[in-house]
């Protein structure tokens, strides 16, 4: 016989087999390490988005000031000869000057209308002062706010002054008149833009900035002295918002080489190709190509916009880099302002680029305002000069023999180069460069395929690529695409698109506008498109749907909710809840959804998901049916039914397994709550009363020793409820300390105990005010009170309540809320508990109006003037209804209290944590009405106004916005655990490792045979009475468990690691306990006689805090019994009177499933991965299961009964027929029943009267029986080591072999005094060592084991 159930697949010897054993590992299933598990349900904080522009501007009007004067030079420049001639690409002198004058104006507005066709262009030619003013003011009053440009060419004129003067002429050209800067800009207003084409031009930008100062001050100076004389002139415009080009610093003057245009700024401004392409040839690198002269270039072939066309496409190049450059070389914001808010300016500084790198080659450096960083030796300048190399080598051909034209390879190289960023990178470095020139490409279609591709994958790194996407300008091109009706876009767009929602929901309007919407829709129609592009599609009009009216009207008659429910039975899990997340959002408020929901029965088709494998897709699927009736529009009788049954089928996830489920399942009945309010009003004062009448039988008050005894035994006293609150435990080291930090809790201002009647409706508030529950409001239902109705209301027979039919549904929903308060998850049961109180503090205040107003107490509160902080309260429309005539009236119409001065945001009359509320005159008389209760603190001040919004504006869970973070997360990156040089990988490698050697090492301990278990190698006293222990299989960690807290120990080091406090009610304790994922992230899975379960992470952890990472309701009908009374180990003889086994549990890592029973007649099997009841096997006998042991190689369970049966069950067959064997042989209550794991295991089981015996699964008899000590209270069989070892009630341990040999007997501590061991409370092996814990009654907790020599 052996019970070793390792030795099948563990290696006894040899390399090969060592590696093999512990790939056993690597293929057991994880439980509850799921996203939902792992990260709080919320969605991401939304990053602020500056990519829209939020003043797109037009430069509307240009004002074009030559002064030439053709033929006669200024005084002040001495001109070189040969000289720079050409003005717009004319020589003035090759005809008559005023001809020459007119055809330059008329040529430099055709260069600006290439850059912006629309605008109003007006010439001034040589103009005297007044001219200008009067072409200024005019255009700026057309342009009103919009963009004024100013191009003045200088070059007949005078250089520009210190004092900040420009030259223009007088009438008949006889002198050079000074035109102000101040006055010019005065003239022209803000915003405008300024070209200067002149020497020394940086002097006037720079006067222009010193005026523009002084008119700030003068602004500043008129705002503070109303009487000044500054302050009776008209304000003089600021000039914040102009920008300014000017061609040469201020002691520069231009370029006179003869090769160049006199106007060379204006040209590389207006005609920047024509001008690059000479430049290009007049550089010495130039001679490389063969055959291109000055004239060729002139022959180029094709058009500036046709990009097909030679000339086009160097255009399209050139753009592309200079937009490029500014990208990368200028801040975020001057580069949005500069290059993305105006279409001229953004031309007029692409060019200024490429005239910063022209002009500084002839030692001239142009200036702007804003300063730009120097761009002109960026490398992308030098993709440029191949790009035009390539085309000029190509002309001599195209020209003389007509060959085709070969487009230039940039934009491939340039995608290739963004590809190779995409690929090798690493995550923290600069962006790729190539990012706008990626954006260019989308224009074209030879390449589009490919850029949205790569930037598909460049949006997939997160949200921050997102943000730098838009900030370039991508937005408007990739919904241009929309328009296409290319299907090989489809997948790439729909990717982008969900990327772009995910990170910025705004761009909903923009969709819907561009009727976008429609080719969402026709693509999750599409059955041909795979199911993660339709689950991309069902994202995006989730998001467009989301509370924006025009979008859900553009979907409803784009018939979302037909192509939704069509999908609802995908196979494809994410598309399911998304497609159930979208149908919510759609008729969420908005009626003509709902209805035509109901039309198609969508209802209906959602109850199938209700029960669906994935908890995910079961929570969209009570968010839908949550917001389909949670519409406030009119009811009818036929409305009224459809939400009583979606009420009743929501219901049924009252025990699902998962919190997040049962959260958004509050949610969705507050939202039903609100739409009847006034019968749950009735239903609530109903409850309320009646628990008033009905004593529960109330646990005995003789709580253990060491349990936390409060100051007064009241249903009163608070449960720790956050799980925030594990700071508090943990200081407490002791239970004592535990105690004061509780009582304290229970004191009024005068320090002593409160005096509760457990009748008043606000017995106390819960603790969780002080212990960090989400908001400080205090409730008039204590949790205590709510937790007595849930059990008068499952007793009692309420039926003789007169008024509502006590089964009508909103009896059964109040019902649902009041188990929903009490559950084992704090969230879920915050989140019930304000559902609760919103409608029992409505009740109240509608029912009981009088009294409240009588009582004396309302003399002493603050004076009644209106102050802000109660106008406040009024706006929020939330104060509670005037008391009207009829007391019982539970209509809202009712007048508003006159205003008073309360704290703010908080509703009048709120009962406070010493009050009970409505029966005000129980506060002492020196305190005010609305004063807080001792321990409150101060208010968060977000707590909204009424309690009407209270309830329907908090309540929401962030299932939503939590689940669309996965498609702002990036997901073709491979996760981390399966990249194998991860840390997450490694440390993972290295558990499984130590693993192996635990195995290994304890192993050859077992197979030598142990002699005698009795080394003491562990003693020290627990914070409480250890009821469960368990080793962790792989650590030197022992978790002990009392009534209600765990403690952690080090066996090894003898420290202890932690100690916190599990969360159960006051009347419950812990009766089991599993470590899931031992082998790899532990988690404590701890289970309570009242049937919840919760499993808890991060124990035993230096850095981090104990957290609940889920709890559920494992068992819904655990009888409450006797579970109040205190266990001493003497009642452990005679159980079968007490009939309380509590929740016994098994754990089966290879299949993820959980086995639970316990005072019930049923074995519940839950599947951990689904969260869900798989099956409930019926045990067949009439008393409780106190043993389970589960081997799922063969499907089996066997537990023990309190009657001393032992029932073998086979999973795999139908409930009634599954009971497959049934042993008689004890004759009294089962301590242990064990199934060994291998092929051919046995059962082994033991009673109370301490007769072993060995069952083969398949013979009707034992096969074997041993008889240990009478009086058993704990056994424990150690699953390899063929021992077990029996604690009795006479204090002692006896350790057995398998022959049933006494190998050891325990009855005194090691140590100086050798006192005798306390009365056993519970025994553990470990799985592998042979170490043995023990718990007794006096507090100690001691660990044995095999002689060190083995060891």
């Keep these: ?667 969705a009945l507050s939202h039903l709550v609100v739409q009847y309010e006034s019968n749950f009003c009735t239903v609530a004062l109903q409850f309320m009363e009646e628990e008033k009448n009905y004593a529960v039988p109330s646990p005995a008050s003789n709580t253990e020793p060491g349990s936390l005894t409060p100051v007064r035994d009241s249903p009163a006293i608070p449960r720790l409820r956050s799980v925030s609150s594990y700071g508090n435990i943990r200081a407490a080291t002791t239970v004592r300390n535990l105690n004061k930090s509780l009582q304290n809790l229970n004191l009024n201002e005068e320090g002593g105990p409160i005096a509760f009647s457990p009748g008043n409706l606000s017995t106390s508030s819960s603790a969780s005010s002080t212990l960090g529950s989400p908001d400080n409001d205090e409730y008039i239902l204590s949790f205590e009170t709510i937790d007595k109705m849930r059990r008068v209301s499952s007793y009692s027979s309420l039926n003789s309540l007169i008024g509502v039919s006590f089964n009508s549904v909103y009896t059964q929903i109040w019902r649902v809320l009041l188990h929903l308060a009490a559950d084992p998850f704090p969230e879920v049961s915050d989140l019930a508990m304000k559902v609760l109180n919103s409608i029992a503090y409505k009740a109240t205040m509608n029912a009981r109006p009088q009294r409240i107003l009588d009582s004396g107490s309302l003399t002493q509160s603050a004076p009644a003037s209106p102050t802000s902080k109660g106008a406040h309260i009024h706006q929020a429309g939330g104060s509670p209804p005037m008391p009207s005539t009829s007391s019982s009236s539970l209509t809202n119409e009712v007048p508003k209290p006159p205003v008073r001065d309360l704290p703010p945001a908080r509703p009048p009359y709120t009962p406070t944590l010493g009050g009970q509320a409505p029966h005000s005159h129980q506060f002492p008389r020196t305190r005010k009405m609305f004063d807080k209760g001792p321990d409150q603190m101060a208010d968060d001040g977000d707590e909204p106004g009424g309690h009407r919004n209270f309830i329907s504006a908090a309540m929401q869970t962030g299932l939503c916005d939590w689940s669309a973070k996965y498609f702002a997360q990036p997901v073709m990156k491979i996760p981390e655990e399966h990249d194998v040089e991860s840390q997450v990988r490694k440390e993972r490698e290295w558990r499984f490792l130590r693993n192996g050697r635990v195995r290994r090492q304890s192993q050859r301990i077992t197979q030598r045979g142990i002699s005698r278990l009795d080394d003491q190698i562990f003693i020290n006293r627990n914070p409480g009475v250890p009821s469960v222990v368990k080793f962790h299989p792989f650590n030197p960690c022992i978790a002990v468990a009392d009534r209600d807290s765990i403690c952690f120990w080090d066996w090894e080091k003898g420290e202890k690691l932690d100690y916190f406090y599990n969360g159960n009610p006051r009347y419950t304790r812990i009766t089991a306990m599993e470590y899931l994922n031992g082998h790899d992230c532990s988690l404590l899975l701890t289970a309570t006689d009242d049937g919840a379960l919760r499993i808890w992470k991060n124990f035993a952890d230096l850095e981090r805090n104990p957290e609940m990472v889920t709890a559920w309701q494992g068992l819904s009908d655990m009888l409450p019994t006797t579970r109040g009374l205190a266990r001493r180990v003497s009642i452990y003889l005679d159980r079968s009177k007490q009939g309380g086994a509590g929740m016994v549990v098994d754990w089966e890592q290879e299949t993820g499933l959980l086995m639970t029973s316990g005072d019930v007649r049923v074995i519940r099997v839950w599947d951990t991965d689904r969260e869900m009841k798989v099956q409930d096997i019926p045990t067949g006998a009439d008393s409780c299961v106190t043993s389970l042991s589960c081997d799922s190689q063969r499907s089996l369970i066997v537990a023990g009964l309190g009657d001393g049966s032992v029932r073998v069950y086979d999973r795999r067959m139908a409930p009634n027929e599954c009971r497959v064997m049934t042993y008689r042989e004890h004759g009294a209550w089962v301590v242990k029943a064990h199934l060994q794991k291998e092929t051919d295991g046995h059962i082994i089981s033991v009673s109370v009267n301490g007769d072993v015996r060995f069952f083969e699964p398949r013979m009707p008899d034992s096969v074997n029986v041993l008889q240990t000590v009478k009086g058993l209270t704990a056994l424990d069989i150690h699953p390899q080591a063929n021992l077990f070892a029996c604690g009795s009630m006479n204090q002692f341990i006896a350790v057995y072999n398998a022959s049933g040999d006494v190998i050891s007997n325990i009855k005194y501590y090691d140590g100086f005094m050798g006192q005798r061991i306390g009365a056993i409370s519970c025994l553990a092996f470990h799985p592998y060592w042979p170490h043995l814990a023990v718990g007794s009654n006096d507090y100690y907790m001691s660990i044995y084991s095999a002689e060190k020599r083995l060891r």
């Design 1 to 667: 016989m052996r019970m070793d159930a390792e030795l099948l697949h563990s290696p006894a010897v040899g390399l090969a087999e060592e590696e093999e054993a512990d790939m056993t590992d690597w293929n057991l299933p994880l439980a509850f390490m799921k996203k939902r598990h792992c990260e709080k349900i919320e969605g991401s904080k939304a990053l602020a988005q500056s990519w829209r522009m939020k003043d797109r501007m037009k430069t509307v009007s240009v004002a074009l000031v030559l002064c030439l004067n053709v033929g006669v030079d200024p005084p002040d420049v001495v001109k070189t000869s040969p000289c720079a001639r050409l003005e717009c690409w004319i020589d003035p002198l090759s005809m008559s000057p005023q001809k020459a004058l007119e055809t330059i104006g008329a040529n430099l507005q055709k260069q600006y209308e290439n850059w912006q066709p629309r605008a109003r262009y007006k010439q001034s030619l040589d103009p005297t002062v007044d001219e200008v003013k009067k072409l200024c003011t005019s255009l700026r009053r057309n342009a009103k706010e919009e963009r004024v440009l100013f191009h003045y060419n200088g070059h007949g004129v005078p250089r520009p002054t210190v004092n900040g003067e420009i030259w223009v002429f007088n009438k008949n050209y006889t002198q050079y008149i000074p035109l102000s800067i101040y006055d010019l800009q005065t003239w022209m207003g803000s915003p405008s833009i300024f070209v200067y084409d002149c020497s020394n031009a940086g002097i006037i930008v720079k006067s222009f900035k010193q005026f523009a100062l002084q008119r700030e001050q003068e602004l500043e100076v008129a705002a503070i002295n109303p009487n000044h004389p500054l302050a009776q002139m008209p304000l003089p415009p600021s000039m914040k918002n102009c920008i300014q080009l000017a061609a040469c610093e201020a002691s520069e003057l231009l370029p006179m080489n003869p090769d160049l245009p006199a106007d060379l700024f204006t040209s590389c401004l207006t005609t920047p190709i024509k001008i690059a392409l000479r430049w290009f040839c007049m550089q010495k690198s130039a001679k490389l190509v063969p055959g291109v002269t000055l004239d060729l270039i002139e022959k180029i072939p094709g058009r500036l916009n046709d990009r097909r066309t030679p000339l086009g496409e160097l255009n399209w190049i050139f753009t592309a880099i200079t937009d490029t450059i500014a990208w990368n070389v200028l801040p975020r914001d001057l580069f949005q302002k500069l290059f993305r808010q105006d279409l001229l300016v953004a031309s007029l500084f692409r060019n200024f680029l490429l005239a910063e790198r022209i002009m500084r080659s002839y030692n001239c450096t142009p200036v702007s305002s804003p300063r730009l960083p120097p761009t002109y030796m960026h490398a992308m300048w030098q993709a440029w000069d191949l790009a035009v190399d390539i085309c000029l080598s190509q002309l001599p051909t195209i020209i003389e023999e007509g060959t085709a034209f070969r487009h230039s390879p940039f934009f491939a190289e340039q995608l290739t180069a963004f590809q190779v960023w995409l690929t090798m990178g690493v995550e923290n470095r600069n962006p790729p460069e190539q990012l706008p020139i990626v954006l260019q490409v989308l224009l074209s279609q030879v390449h589009r395929l490919r850029a949205l591709d790569l930037l598909g994958r460049f949006l997939d790194l997160g949200p921050w690529a997102v943000s730098l996407a838009l900030s370039v300008g991508i937005f408007p091109y990739v919904l241009k695409l929309l328009q296409s009706s290319a299907r090989e876009l489809r997948p790439l767009l729909v990717f982008i698109w969900a990327k772009i929602l995910a990170v910025d929901s705004s761009c909903q309007a923009d969709l819907v506008k561009d009727n976008g919407h429609k080719y969402f829709l026709s693509v999750l129609a599409d059955p041909y498109m795979p199911a993660e592009h339709r689950t991309m599609a069902a994202f995006i009009l989730a998001v467009i749907v989301n509370s924006y009216n025009t979008g859900q009207e553009a979907c409803l008659q784009g018939n979302l909710i037909a192509i939704c429910l069509e999908q609802l039975n995908d196979p494809h899990p994410l598309l399911r809840q998304w497609v159930a997340i979208c149908l919510g959002r759609i008729w969420q408020n908005f009626d003509s959804a709902r209805w035509c929901g109901v039309r198609d029965s969508a209802h209906e088709k959602l109850y199938n998901l209700l029960s669906d494998p994935i908890p995910e897709v079961r929570c969209a699927a009570v968010f839908a049916l949550g917001t389909f009736v949670g519409n406030s529009a009119e009811r009818t009788d036929h409305s009224t039914t459809i939400d009583h049954n979606v009420a009743m089928m929501l219901a049924q996830l009252i025990n699902d397994g998962s919190p997040v489920v049962r959260k958004e399942l509050v949610v």
